[in-house]
């Protein structure tokens, strides 16, 4: 009796899907883009999130202080950046210390490094 009513419910289906193609087409093209849509989204996110993640961890930051900034006050400065949970690490350059670091990094841009030669003193 079961086998019998179940192929009963399978020939309906069927008869009514080739009854109503084109509706049955669209439902199923509805389905399936929703479902993409819904998957879609959710990979969206995720490469979002990593995204934000890998940007985070690589924010660097510098912070230039004037001549005559006491070298007391710069390492009051530098020990509170360094207990802050947020800061990963903390380093203090020299002023000739960060022009030679300057210099390096932009060793390929040729208009930077003779804009630094025309002027008189170390800008940083």
Not at 55 to 76: G, H, W
Not at 79 to 93: P, T
């Amino acid at each position: 009796m079961f086998l019998f009513s179940f192929f009963q419910i399978i020939k309906f289906a069927l008869q009514n899907f080739w009854r109503n193609i084109w509706l049955s087409l669209v439902t199923i093209t509805m389905l399936i883009l929703t479902l993409f849509s819904v998957t879609s989204l959710f990979f969206i996110n995720i490469l979002a999130n990593k995204a934000i993640e890998t940007v985070q961890a690589r924010i660097d930051m510098s912070i230039y202080f004037k001549d005559d900034v006491t070298e007391a006050k710069v390492q009051e400065i530098k020990d509170y950046l360094e207990n802050l949970s947020e800061v990963k690490e903390v380093k203090c350059l020299l002023k000739e210390q960060a022009l030679e670091e300057f210099k390096t990094r932009h060793a390929n841009d040729s208009l930077i490094l003779k804009s630094l030669e025309e002027l008189s003193s170390n800008p940083l």
